[in-house]
């Protein structure tokens, strides 16, 4: 298979100590911004440009670092580490000016590249008759 090229379309500010931060698109993909702002939450994909390499090698992890939950494939979690470091997060859009957003609950860091944005769509996003392991049931129980 060729390579894939991903190229970023902008660059997060995250802002210390808040759950706000700031998403700057470069001047370039402006024009994509057009109609964001009719949307109250978007899916942030990201290339997680921190992460070590040691842990894009990691085939299996335990959920959230926690030994007590069973090793899993990355694929069966949501662990940072993966063979390609790729970010996604739903976040609030509280305001879009230009071509910042202000976006609530993105959890990369400051300088992170965002490599896309997709509107989140309630019809099409939401899914029905969800299973998940009893182990993840525990992780969102904990999370109230």
């Known amino acids: 298979m060729s390579s ?3 190229r970023p379309v902008g660059v997060v500010k995250a802002l210390e100590e ?7 698109i470069f001047e370039k993909y402006e024009p994509a911004l057009l109609g964001i702002e009719g949307f ?51 976040v609030e859009l509280v305001e879009r000016s230009g ?20 509107p989140y769509v309630p019809h099409s996003d939401r899914a029905s008759g969800v299973r998940v392991p009893s182990w993840a049931r525990r992780l969102s129980a904990g999370r109230r």
């Open 4 to 6: 894939i090229r991903i």
């Open 18 to 24: 808040s759950e706000i931060s700031r998403i700057e």
């Open 99 to 118: 071509r910042e957003l202000v976006v609530k609950g993105l959890d990369a860091l400051d300088g992170t590249p965002v490599i896309d944005i997709k």
């Open 40 to 90: 109250s939450h978007l899916l942030i994909l990201y290339w997680m440009h921190k992460l070590p390499k040691g842990e894009r090698d990691l085939l299996r992890v335990h959920p959230k670092g926690r030994p007590d939950l069973p090793l899993v494939g990355v694929f069966a979690s949501r662990s940072r580490a993966r063979p390609n470091p790729i970010g996604l997060t739903l």
